[in-house]
């Protein structure tokens, strides 16, 4: 027997996969829904390179093309569009659920089509899970605990969610996006994640997406005033985008359903947060007050002592080391305007 023998290195494989140090996970088929998106175009790179074969489901509504361009010659990458509104079949083992605009402006924008997405959109990919026995994970949000009575949030926290307001296609459609995931999981007997996501930023984020920290670091870069909404002492954390990436993909391997909290628990007002902008961008930007949304949530940070406890994850990257990472992003962005 040779080095080059297929027996040899299947040997040598087998055992190398003993040693935890060099451990890979085994190659999988994996779908990612809205993966042409700020997150999920995230998620596919790292899914990629640990060696998955990887489908993106997209409708192109907030996401780009060019999120996952640099794939398209991969042959273990495709890209498809369509909209999980409608049924779809394809065989998988693993379904990151993400589709879903995410942005206030987006999900605003057409609220009967957003609580589609996070009614009909989940009930076929869940239907998808169950029929192929594939593991579902849905990317639901921390919006689900609405105006929180409870701080900082954990996941046996109820919430506090207006069900008739300019917010709960959003909020309610998540909620409902849960409920059928458990069900799913409790009726049909599918493997099911749940990711509580807060607030999370990166590059790729959508220019004029409306969320704070992109319209505050494009308002900065286009020397705009930044524009806070009411006394702009709400408070939000904010999470680096690899590290949320880090957490789907940890939880979608472990053996817990969740639901989990994934953000970083650093709090800032958004006063806070416009001076951590000004000092990274431009010191002489300015602000500028503007009325406040309907039913914006006062304040809110995850409690994460479940995602440590039981995934062994935390985040690493704090806002001052993440934005200008993002900063990058968004100046070599604007300048090609
Ligand atoms: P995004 O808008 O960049 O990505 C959403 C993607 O889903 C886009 O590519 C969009 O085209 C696609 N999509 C929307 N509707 C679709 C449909 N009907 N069919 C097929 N594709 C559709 O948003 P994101 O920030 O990347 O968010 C991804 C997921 O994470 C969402 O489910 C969102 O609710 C959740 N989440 C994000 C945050 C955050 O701060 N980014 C916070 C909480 C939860
Ligand atoms: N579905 C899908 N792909 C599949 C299997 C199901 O898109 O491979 C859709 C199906 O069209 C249905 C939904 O998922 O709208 C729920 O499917 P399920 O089998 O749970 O329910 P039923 O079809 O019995 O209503
Ligand atoms: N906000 C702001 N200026 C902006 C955009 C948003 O002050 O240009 C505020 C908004 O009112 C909210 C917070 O920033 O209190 C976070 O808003 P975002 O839309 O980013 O996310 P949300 O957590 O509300 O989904």
């Given at each position: 027997v040779t080095d080059r023998s297929p027996i040899f290195s299947f040997a040598a494989r087998s055992s190398a996969s003993r040693v935890p140090a060099g451990f890979r996970p085994p190659p999988r088929r994996v779908v990612v829904t809205g993966g042409a998106g700020f997150v999920g175009s995230h998620l596919v790179?790292?899914?990629?390179?640990?060696?998955?074969?990887?489908?993106?489901?997209?409708?192109?509504?907030?996401?780009?093309?060019?999120?996952?361009?640099?794939?398209?010659?991969?042959?273990?990458?495709?890209?498809?569009?369509?909209?999980?509104?409608?049924?779809?079949?394809?065989?998988?083992?693993?379904?990151?659920?993400?589709?879903c605009p995410a942005s206030p402006v987006h999900y605003k924008y057409n609220p009967i089509k957003t609580i589609k997405t996070n009614v009909m959109g989940t009930l076929n990919m869940l239907g998808l899970a169950k029929r192929i026995g594939a593991?579902?994970?849905?990317?639901?949000?921390s919006e689900v605990y609405g105006d929180p009575l409870e701080h900082p949030q954990k996941e046996t926290y109820?919430?506090?969610?207006?069900?008739?307001?300019?917010?709960?296609?959003?909020?309610?459609?998540?909620?409902?996006?849960?409920?059928?995931?458990?069900?799913?999981?409790?009726?049909g007997g599918v493997a099911v994640r749940i990711a509580r996501i807060f607030n999370t930023y990166g590059p790729r984020m959508c220019l004029d997406d409306g969320r704070v920290v992109s319209n505050f670091v494009a308002q900065a870069l286009r020397r705009q005033p930044m524009t806070v909404y009411g006394d702009g002492k709400q408070t939000r954390s904010f999470q680096y985008v690899s590290d949320l990436v880090a957490g789907l993909m940890a939880l979608m391997e472990s053996d817990h359903i969740g639901p989990f909290n994934l953000g970083n628990p650093g709090e800032?007002?958004?006063?806070?947060?416009?001076?951590?902008?000004?000092?990274?961008?431009?010191?002489?930007?300015?602000?500028?007050?503007?009325?406040n949304t309907a039913?914006?949530?006062?304040?809110?940070?995850?409690?994460?002592?479940?995602?440590?406890?039981?995934?062994?994850?935390?985040?690493?990257?704090?806002?001052?080391?993440?934005?200008?990472?993002?900063?990058?992003?968004?100046?070599?962005?604007?300048?090609?305007?």
């Open positions: 790179d790292r899914l990629l390179e640990q060696g998955d074969s990887v489908i993106v489901v997209d409708n192109f509504f907030t996401g780009r093309k060019e999120n996952v361009a640099h794939h398209l010659r991969n042959p273990r990458f495709e890209l498809l569009r369509h909209d999980v509104v409608e049924p779809i079949l394809l065989e998988v083992d693993r379904i990151y659920h993400l589709a593991r579902f994970l849905l990317t639901s949000t109820w919430g506090h969610v207006n069900p008739i307001g300019v917010r709960s296609c959003y909020d309610e459609g998540k909620r409902t996006a849960e409920t059928l995931t458990m069900d799913y999981h409790r009726g800032f007002t958004m006063l806070e947060l416009a001076e951590v902008v000004k000092q990274t961008i431009d010191p002489m930007s300015t602000i500028e007050f503007k009325p039913d914006d949530p006062h304040m809110r940070k995850p409690d994460i002592t479940k995602a440590k406890q039981l995934l062994g994850w935390e985040p690493k990257v704090s806002l001052k080391e993440g934005l200008p990472l993002m900063v990058t992003d968004f100046r070599q962005r604007i300048l090609d305007e």
